[in-house]
């Protein structure tokens, strides 16, 4: 079956870590996405990437960086800059740039401890 | 910049009775879509409207797109115990570029037995 795989499920760090967040897609998708979602809030965009070796800022890079090697994968990386990294990170892809609807991961919930 | 508000921010029915949420921009958008994300899960693509006025229809479930492309809303009709979770319109901007879509915080909707 086709879909997105993000691991792990939970993650637990250490204030000053930086940690890496896995996604891949087996949906020959060519656009990826990472969102970030808090409680009682809707999903705000870190980074988006449109090709291999492209990627571009969304609306909270601060803190964040991502990879897009290849087209199945687009790891995001959480770094110690990033102030309030707890939260529920979801990974997405679309077949073309925003005109289609998002297939998601179910999801990474980052804990700084 | 693009600023889509939704609400209510919590809704609770009685199973059987009807649930609407709503879903409005500060700009006019491009198209909008809308997502489910049921409790501990990720959100689920529904539907994508495009034109102005549009209405489309999933068994129980009614969409519309305002005329003027800054207004949507989700219409439940007899809601069952299987609708419970929150749904996020996400509405994109005429510029069309995957930062401009820009999801609403989300209604969250509980069915009573």
């Known amino acids: 079956d086709g879909g997105i795989t993000q691991s792990p499920k939970y993650l637990f760090r250490k204030e000053g870590q930086n940690v890496t967040l896995s996604c891949e897609q087996n949906?020959?998708?060519?656009?990826m996405y990472w969102y970030r979602q808090d409680p009682g809030q809707g999903l705000r965009l870190i980074y988006y990437?449109?090709?291999?070796?492209?990627?571009q800022k969304g609306d909270i890079a601060e803190g964040y960086s991502v990879s897009r090697e290849k087209k199945e994968s687009f790891p995001l990386t959480v770094t110690s800059a990033q102030k309030n990294p707890t939260a529920f990170y979801l990974c997405?892809?679309?077949?073309?740039?925003?005109?289609?609807?998002?297939?998601f991961g179910s999801g990474t919930r980052l804990t700084v401890v | 910049g693009q600023q889509v508000m939704q609400i209510p921010q919590y809704q609770h029915v009685q199973e059987g009775e009807d649930f609407t949420t709503y879903c409005n921009s500060s700009?006019?958008?491009?198209?909008i879509q809308w997502y489910k994300q049921r409790p501990g899960g990720h959100p689920v693509f529904l539907i994508q409207?495009?034109?102005?006025?549009e209405v489309k229809k999933q068994k129980r479930l009614t969409f519309q797109f305002g005329e003027a492309k800054k207004n949507s809303s989700l219409h439940i009709t007899a809601t069952q115990t299987t609708d419970v979770g929150t749904y996020f319109c996400?509405?994109?901007?005429?510029?069309?570029?995957?930062?401009?879509?820009?999801f609403g915080s989300g209604t969250q909707l509980t069915v009573l037995p």
């Open positions: 996400a509405g994109l901007g005429v510029t069309g570029s995957a930062r401009q879509l820009t």
């Open positions: 700009t006019t958008l491009s198209n």
């Open positions: 409207l495009v034109k102005s006025g």
């Open positions: 990437s449109q090709i291999v070796n492209d990627f």
């Open positions: 997405a892809s679309s077949i073309g740039l925003v005109l289609y609807g998002y297939t």
């Open positions: 949906l020959n998708h060519d656009a």
